[in-house]
């Protein structure tokens, strides 16, 4: 029987944007925020699915698998490099051996993979959790990838009778440890209920976005936004040196202003280090870039910040730094023309 015994007092509010000016009338959007609050609206244990597969537990995985084991959920974890599941299973988790097999066990199951193809193959190849899938079961692929990507998942969940949701998330490795993610999701209402408590122990807010591709969709636009800010934050930094100013005043002097944002004073110290620990690794923000540009593409929207921004990732990248922090790609603007 699931058991999430340790949540934290919180209020959590749904508001149709529908009456928000900022929201396009044809759509409507759920907007769920959650709240510390006096009051305790600890979810039922009735209320909560019995048994959570998670399938993936890279960097974000196995956080937001560990806050479902701390909270008391019954967890069962698959991952393809099968010792990164030992520390889960150490922390009370069960093992299966493929997909299939998780997706059997559970009524909830969660994969956050690397990228569109591992997605696929997770979800729909051979021992895939779509083999295991039921009425009655849900998939939620929190993993960041493209509209279509999604709807071909989609399409082989809702096939077996079972319901499908997306839920890309915006924060990275900290707020994963920390349960403030955001997540937006999009797809079968039914699931996105049922999910929302153990989304709210992996996160601080939820976004309910209407079909299946709008929560993708919303994911991509915003890593594009962040890949151009860090790509133009790293170019004033290389800039502010080679001009004689010291850049970590300019870190300092930008986090004072109207452009300040966290990600800035976050990273903004070790990349005047040279220091780049991997909280998103710089592969993913090119894959987001790229997806990104697709999702212009179809809809013939030129994004040319965006398209020159891709371009340094891509660079990077070839300078070996593709597993190195996303904020790394300022090396990329340190590299020296050959004489
Ligand atoms: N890191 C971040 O800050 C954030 C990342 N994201 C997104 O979340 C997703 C995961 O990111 P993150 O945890 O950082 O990435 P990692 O690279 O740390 O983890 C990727 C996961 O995908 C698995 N995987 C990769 N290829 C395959 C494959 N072919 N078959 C099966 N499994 C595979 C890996 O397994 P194995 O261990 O065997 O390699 C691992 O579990 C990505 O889509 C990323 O864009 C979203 C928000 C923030
Ligand atoms: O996809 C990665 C997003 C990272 C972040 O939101 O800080």
Redesign the pocket.
Known sequence: MAMCSTFYPRLSTHLNCKSFSLFPVKHRFFVSIKAFSSQTFAPKADDLPASIGF????????PMAQNLIKAGCDVTVW???KS?CEPLISLGAKYKSSPEEVAASCDVTFA????P???L??AC?KYGAAKGMGPGKGYVD????DGETSKLICEHIRATGAHFLEA??????K??EDGQ?IFLTAGDSVLYEKAAPLLDIMGKSRFYLGEVGHGAAM?LVV?MVMGSMMASFAEGLVLSEKVGLDPSVLVEVISQGAISAPMYAVKGPSMVKSLYP????L???Q??LRLALGLAESVSQPIPIAAATNELYKVAKSHGLS?QDFSAVIEALKVKLQQ
């Open positions: 399938l993936g537990l890279g960097i974000m995985g196995n991952n393809r490099t990164k956050m993979l690397a990228d193809e591992s997605a193959d997770v190849g929190v993993s960041t990838v890309p998330v915006s924060g990275s490795k707020p994963a993610l994911k890593n991997t909280a998103f690794p592969k993913h923000q894959k987001d597993d």
